[in-house]
C-alpha cells in the first residue's frame, strides 16, 4: 500500500508561483509512474502532468504546457510541480496519483494510488 502526501497548496495572485510536492511512504517508490491531477469546483478531475518512474519522461495539459514542470527525486520519494505565471483557472484541489503503468495515466480508473489532495488558490 503507497500512501501519498501532497504540500504546499495555498492562496496565490496570478502571476505568481507554488511548487506542490507529493511525498510516497513506499521505499520501492522508483517503480511507479506518478502523476498530478487537479479538480476545480463543480468540473470533473482532469490531467495535469505525468512523469514516468526514472524522470526521463513527462507529459502535460495544453492548458499548463509551458508553465508548469514535473520533477522527481526518487532518492527521496517525492515528485514536485513546478506552477509558474497561475491563473485564476488554476484554481482547484491537486492531486498525485502513482500507478506501476505509465500509460494508466491516462485511465484514471486504473490508478492505483492517490493523496487526498491541496487545495491551489489564485485569485485576479
Known amino acids: 500500500q503507497v500512501q501519498l502526501v501532497e504540500s504546499g497548496g495555498g492562496l496565490v495572485q496570478a502571476g505568481d508561483s507554488l511548487r506542490l510536492s507529493c511525498a510516497a511512504s513506499?521505499?520501492?517508490?522508483?517503480?511507479?509512474?506518478m502523476g498530478w491531477f487537479r479538480q476545480a469546483p463543480g468540473k470533473e478531475r482532469e490531467f495535469v502532468a505525468a512523469?514516468?518512474?526514472?524522470?526521463?519522461?513527462?507529459n502535460y495539459a495544453d492548458s499548463v504546457k509551458g508553465r508548469f514542470t514535473t520533477s522527481r527525486d526518487n532518492a527521496k520519494n517525492t515528485m514536485y510541480l513546478q506552477m509558474n505565471s497561475l491563473k485564476p483557472e488554476d484554481t482547484a484541489v491537486y492531486y498525485c496519483?502513482?500507478?506501476?503503468?505509465?500509460?494508466?495515466?491516462?485511465?484514471?480508473?486504473?490508478?492505483?494510488?492517490w493523496g487526498k489532495g491541496t487545495l491551489v488558490t489564485v485569485s485576479s
Open positions: 496519483a502513482a500507478s506501476l503503468a505509465y500509460s494508466d495515466m491516462w485511465s484514471p480508473t486504473r490508478i492505483r494510488y
Open positions: 513506499e521505499r520501492t517508490f522508483n517503480v511507479y509512474a
Open positions: 512523469i514516468n518512474s526514472n524522470g526521463e519522461r513527462t
